[in-house]
């Protein structure tokens, strides 16, 4: 069993940034595809970034040029950098891994952002 717990969210001012991390338990991390979506209130939950076991990354337009997701296999750890920050950016953001088809979530962290 996977257990994802994140971390790094708070309140920022707009054009700010925040870095966030989601630290995974288990020994599959570094063969897992990983992600961050989020979900503002109101809103379905959208997809924000992704990196597969190879280091490949997609974005949603929405934050391209804006953020960036790494990883760290070693501290099994994926992170999200989030620079220029925007209101419109305020949401509760969640990590995933996906491991042979089965999909692992956090439990949120808070993002807010303020004009």
């Known amino acids: 069993q996977v257990q994802l717990v994140e971390s790094g969210g708070g309140l920022e001012q707009a054009g700010g940034s925040l870095r966030l991390s989601c630290a995974a338990s288990g020994s599959t991390f570094s063969i897992s595809g990983v992600g961050w979506s989020r979900q503002a209130p109101g809103k379905q939950r959208e997809l924000v970034a992704v990196?597969?076991?190879?280091?490949?990354?997609n974005y949603a337009d929405s934050v391209k040029g804006r953020f960036t997701i790494s990883r760290d296999n070693a501290k099994n750890t994926v992170y999200l950098q989030m620079n220029d920050l925007k209101p419109e950016d305020t949401a509760v953001y969640y990590c995933?891994?996906?491991?042979?088809?089965?999909?692992?979530w956090g439990q949120g962290t808070q993002v807010t952002v303020s004009s």
């Open positions: 995933k891994q996906t491991t042979w088809g089965r999909v692992y």
């Open positions: 990196m597969n076991s190879g280091g490949g990354t």
